[in-house]
C-alpha cells in the first residue's frame, strides 16, 4: 500500500534516554519533513528534507537530529529526551499534485 | 507570531449545513493546503491551491492570493465531517499551520 509508514506507534521514555523514530514512504518523493503536534498549538515543522543527502532544521529543531541516507526513509532521533519532547509527532511527504501524506502518528511520552 | 488565523475555532452544526471555515494569512505564498485531523488523529490533506477554487465531492475550497484569504466550505454536512480542519499556507519549503477550526456535525 503506498503511503508513509511511522513508527511505532505509542513510545514511553524516561528523561534522557535516546530513542528514533522511523519513517519510509514509497511514492518517490522527494519532499519529507516531521512535525510535532501539542494541544491548542498547529503543527510545528521539526526538521525537513528536499532529497537524499539534504536535510534543514524547521521551526523548533533543538533536541532532534535527522539524516536522508535514502528517499524512502527519513528517521527522527531523539538525542536525550526531556519531558518537553512530549508530543504527537507526524511525518509527512509531499509530492505531485496529492499536497501532504502524513504518516498516521506517533504519541511520545517522556517521563 | 500568528502567520495563519482560522476561524471559527470551534464549530458546531446540524446535520445538512452550509459550513464555512475561513482562513487568513500574512505571508506571501506559492500554494495553500487544507487538512482534515479525525479524532483518532490522523491526518488528511483535502486540498492543495495556488488559485481559484476545487472541488472534491462535498467540499470546497477557494483562495484569494491578493486578499491572503481562503476558505473551506462543506455542502450537506454529515457527522462523518466531524473533525479538526488545518489551514497550511506555504512558501517554498517554509510551512506555516493554523491552530485548526474543530468541527462538530450533530446528527
Known amino acids: 500500500n503506498a503511503g508513509v509508514t511511522q513508527t511505532p506507534k505509542f513510545q514511553v521514555l524516561k528523561t534522557g534516554q535516546s530513542m528514533t523514530l522511523q519513517c519510509a514512504q514509497d511514492?518517490?518523493?522527494?519532499?519529507m519533513s516531521w512535525y510535532r503536534q501539542d494541544p491548542g498549538m498547529g503543527l510545528r515543522l521539526i526538521h525537513y528534507?528536499?532529497?537524499?543527502?539534504?536535510?534543514d532544521q524547521g521551526e523548533v529543531p533543538n533536541g532532534y537530529n535527522v539524516s536522508r541516507s535514502t528517499t524512502e526513509d527519513f528517521p527522527l532521533r531523539l538525542l536525550s529526551a526531556a519531558p518537553s519532547q512530549t508530543s504527537v509527532y507526524f511525518c509527512?511527504?509531499?509530492?505531485?499534485?496529492?499536497?501532504?501524506?502524513f504518516g498516521s502518528g506517533t504519541r511520545l511520552t517522556v517521563v | 507570531k500568528n502567520e495563519v488565523e482560522q476561524s471559527p475555532q470551534n464549530l458546531t452544526a446540524q446535520e445538512g449545513e452550509f459550513i464555512t471555515i475561513n482562513c487568513s494569512y500574512s505571508?506571501?505564498?506559492?500554494?495553500l493546503h487544507w487538512l482534515q485531523q479525525h479524532p483518532g488523529g490522523g491526518i488528511v490533506s483535502l486540498f492543495m491551491?495556488?488559485?481559484g477554487k476545487k472541488k472534491h465531492g462535498r467540499l470546497i475550497a477557494t483562495i484569494n492570493i491578493q486578499e491572503k484569504h481562503s476558505s473551506l466550505h462543506i455542502t450537506a454536512s454529515h457527522p462523518r465531517d466531524s473533525a479538526v480542519y488545518i489551514c497550511?499556507?506555504?512558501?517554498?519549503?517554509?510551512?506555516?499551520f493554523g491552530t485548526g477550526t474543530s468541527l462538530t456535525v450533530i446528527p
Open positions: 491551491l495556488s488559485s
Open positions: 497550511a499556507p506555504h512558501t517554498g519549503n517554509q510551512f506555516y
Open positions: 511514492m518517490n518523493h522527494e519532499y
Open positions: 509527512a511527504s509531499r509530492g505531485g499534485n496529492y499536497g501532504y501524506t
Open positions: 528534507s528536499v532529497g537524499a543527502g539534504i536535510t
Open positions: 505571508v506571501g505564498i506559492s500554494a
